[in-house]
């Protein structure tokens, strides 16, 4: 499975924008697609996380209720919408994906084995 994150950019605390990761190669209705964050000088942190078959999507807590996942199945992408930046969000972004995990194990970085290159959001406060 190859991975290819995009859309990262500068933008203004308050603004938004859009991350893309497209997946390649393996395909499975089994795939968990993540993405994680990992600012200068701080370990990866999660973000989000969604069963590419569908389901609620889970979050974590600093952006539930600002970012959001969707994807668009006949091009292979997951979307990450981010809304109401702040400063803190400013980290490389990264996409993952994973087969069959379980709710609880979604969070956690180790159990993903696909990544993809990481896509830099910078936002200025």
């Known amino acids: 499975v190859q991975l290819q994150a995009s859309g990262g950019g500068l933008v203004q605390a308050g603004g938004s924008l859009r991350l893309s990761c497209a997946f390649s190669g393996r395909t499975s209705t089994s795939y968990v697609m993540g993405w994680f964050r990992q600012a200068p000088g701080k370990e990866r942190e999660f973000v989000a996380a969604s069963r590419w078959s569908g389901g609620s999507p889970h979050y974590g807590g600093s952006v539930k209720g600002r970012f959001s996942i969707s994807k668009e199945s006949a091009k292979n992408t997951q979307y990450l919408q981010m809304n109401s930046l702040k400063p803190e969000d400013t980290a490389v972004y990264y996409c993952?994906?994973?087969?069959?995990?379980?709710?609880?194990?979604?969070?956690?970085?180790?159990?993903?084995?696909?990544w993809g290159q990481g896509t830099l959001v910078t936002v200025s406060s």
């Open positions: 993952a994906a994973a087969e069959r995990l379980i709710l609880s194990s979604m969070n956690n970085e180790r159990n993903y084995p696909w």
